[in-house]
């Protein structure tokens, strides 16, 4: 199975995570990642109760943003958030995500 792309982490850029962060359901999504540490695509469907193709596709732009990293096993694909590489090129950015208050999303 071919791993999904990620972007080094010297190639991130700052307009290209908070265009990944724009949308609210990704917000949620780095939200729960961060509460759960690693999860699949099918957790997020139930809790966003949004379509596995529109999960995927949002998981697709966190990835490709630089923000979540793919683990596989067997068929199943794990995501987890880049924390220690993100806050250290951006510091207190996904502090200040996971610290809005849900509403304010």
């Not at 949004?50 to 694909?77: D, F, M, W, Y």
């Amino acid at each position: 199975m071919k791993i999904p792309y990620q972007p080094p982490i010297e190639s991130i850029t700052y307009t290209k995570v908070l265009q990944a962060l724009s949308e609210p359901n990704r917000v949620k999504i780095i939200r729960c990642l961060s509460d759960s540490g690693e999860n699949n695509c099918t957790a997020y469907t139930i809790k966003l109760m949004l379509p596995k193709s529109t999960v995927s596709h949002h998981i697709k732009v966190l990835r490709e943003a630089g923000l979540i990293q793919a683990r596989i096993q067997g068929k199943e694909h794990f995501y987890s958030l880049r924390k220690n590489e993100i806050n250290e090129k951006f510091p207190g950015l996904l502090d200040s995500v996971t610290q809005v208050h849900e509403a304010d999303i």
